[in-house]
């Protein structure tokens, strides 16, 4: 996909020029470091853009007012938490990037020191109590295994998105929600068939 296009797109969700400025940086390290540890599919490599970053940009759309305390779990080479940390330039959110595998954790650090971002890295995400108003997850886990977290780890009201691909609604069908738990699906403008689940979880 044009970068050019992808620009564009980031800037309707409010990226500036100067995030969009440590995007690109981003991508550049991120490329180096997926030399050695195979962190996104190389077949994906020419096309961070648009697969990666504007996959993951794409969430804000779904954003309110009253997001502060953001968990990113499973964050990986940062998507979609990372992301989100470039964007919120005036430091509006308190993201925290939940990853358990160490090489990644580095790999975090290293950008967020390199291009200023404030957010915390944390380790595995089953070893605290989560205090989140959203929890954000790109291929993470099974959804199955994200409420289960919600329900146990999570003790406050909060909303959930998920980037899911083709099988969101299976996934949902397969879960038990309960009344406590509403859900939606959205379209996602990056895969015609990929879906991204919002969920709204009470206490």
Not at 53 to 72: C, G, P, Y
Not at 152 to 158: A, L, S, W
């Amino acid at each position: 996909m044009d970068k050019r296009f992808v620009i564009e797109k980031l800037k309707n969700l409010g990226f500036s020029d100067n995030a969009i400025e440590k995007l690109s940086i981003f991508r550049k390290n991120l490329l180096i470091y997926n030399k050695k540890h195979n962190f996104i599919a190389k077949s994906t490599e020419n096309d961070i853009w648009y697969r990666h970053i504007l996959d993951s940009a794409q969430i804000l759309r779904f954003f309110d007012n009253k997001v502060h305390n953001i968990s990113d779990f499973g964050s990986g080479a940062g998507f979609p938490g990372l992301i989100i940390s470039i964007f919120d330039e005036n430091n509006k959110f308190h993201v925290k990037l939940y990853e358990k595998s160490p090489i990644k954790r580095d790999f975090l650090r290293l950008i967020s020191d390199k291009i200023g971002l404030k957010n915390e890295i944390r380790a595995n995400v089953y070893e605290e109590t989560i205090d989140a108003d959203l929890i954000v997850c790109r291929a993470f886990k099974k959804l199955d295994e994200i409420i289960k977290i919600s329900r146990e780890i999570v003790k406050k009201p909060h909303n959930l998105i998920i980037l899911k691909g083709k099988n969101a609604q299976l996934e949902i069908n397969n879960v038990s929600l309960g009344k406590n738990y509403r859900y939606k699906l959205e379209e996602s403008i990056t895969e015609h068939d990929s879906k991204i689940i919002l969920i709204e979880a009470k206490k």
